[in-house]
C-alpha cells in the first residue's frame, strides 16, 4: 500500500570539507534535519565540480581544490521544509540550496517485523544523536 | 541534433541491503525498469543518511545503521512512469519516492557507430536480463 | 544572511567513458559550464543503470557495459542556462538531458575571508581552466 503528498525537496550544496565548529558541516546538517524530525536526510557524494561568482547575486569566488562537493537532499512536507530553512540558515555561510516542489509517495511495510534502515557508511556514529 | 519533450523523474530511495527474494531490492528496480521498456535508470548511492517516522503519514521507525542509501532515478513520459508505479508498488515495502515534470532533452548520435552506453559497475551482469 | 531566486536545474546523463576529442566528456561539459560563467556544476558517478530505445524519440540502441553513468547538475537562472543550452549540444552525441524550474537560494559569507572549495577529486586539474 501507498500514499501519496504533494511534498518539498531541499537539495544543499556544501564542500565535504566544510566545518562547523570542528564538525564537517554535512554531518551537522543531517543532524539538524533528523533533530528537526524530517522525514529522511541522503548525502551524495560528488566527484568533480566547481562553484564562483555569477550574475544571479555576488557569491564568494570559488576556486578549484581538491575539495569534493557533497549534496544533501531532505524531503518533507512544504512547513516542515519551510520551517528548516531558519536552521538551516544558521549553519551556511556560503553555497547554496535548492527548493522544489514534488510529489512524495509513501510505502507502506506488509510485514511488522521490516525494518527499513539507512545509515552511517563512511563517517563516525558518534556525530549523530541517539535515534528519536 | 536534439528534441525536448515533457518528461516525468521519478527517484526511488532504498537501503543498499533490502532485498527483494534474495536479490537487492535496487537490482530489481533497475531490472523492472528495464523490463518496462522505460528510457533509462540510474542507481546513485549515497553515503550518509536516515529515515525515521513523521507526521506525512504514519511510516515505520528507522534507525540508523551501516546501510548505505541508494537513489534510483528513472526518467520516461509521464504515462510510461504513471504505468510503472504499480510495478514497482509490488517490491517497495517501506521508503519513499518522488515523482516531478521536466523537460527532457533527447540528443541524437551524429556517426551511427556511435554507441552510447551506461552498464554494471559493480554489480553481476547475471542479475539483468538480455539487452531487449 | 541569503537570497532567494528562481533558477533552472539542468542534469546532464553521459557515460564515464564518453569522450570528446580525447577528453572525458562530463569533464569537457564542466569545463565549458565554467567557461560560460554558470554558477556550478557538479558531477555524481552512479554505480549501476542503463539506457535503451523508447517511444518518447528515436534513441539509438544502448546496451549494459561496464561504463560507469554519471550525471552533471548545473545551476543558474533560466536566462544563463537556456543560453549554455546550443553550448551543450555542441558535445552531446547521444544521451539526455533534464532541465527543471527550482528556487535557488544564496548564502552569503559571514566572514571575509571564508572560501566554499568545491573541486576535483579524482581527475587531473589540468583539464580544466585556470580559476576565472
Do not use: C, K
Amino acid at each position: 500500500m501507498n500514499t501519496t503528498e504533494r511534498a518539498r525537496l531541499l537539495t544543499i550544496y556544501v564542500g565535504e570539507s566544510d566545518q562547523w565548529h570542528h564538525r564537517p558541516l554535512f554531518v551537522e546538517i543531517v543532524h539538524r534535519a533528523h533533530a528537526a524530525g524530517l522525514a529522511g536526510a541522503t548525502a551524495v557524494r560528488g566527484f568533480e565540480g566547481y562553484g564562483g561568482t555569477n550574475e544571479i547575486h555576488t557569491l564568494r569566488l570559488l576556486s578549484l581544490t581538491e575539495d569534493v562537493p557533497v549534496a544533501v537532499t531532505i524531503i518533507d512536507t512544504p512547513e516542515r521544509i519551510d520551517a528548516f530553512l531558519p536552521v538551516l540558515d544558521e549553519v551556511m555561510t556560503g553555497g547554496m540550496a535548492t527548493v522544489e516542489d514534488v510529489d512524495a509517495i509513501h510505502y507502506s511495510a506488509r510485514t511488522p517485523a521490516h525494518r527499513f534502515s539507512w545509515g552511517l557508511s563512511t563517517h563516525h556514529r558518534d556525530d549523530l544523536p541517539a535515534s528519536s
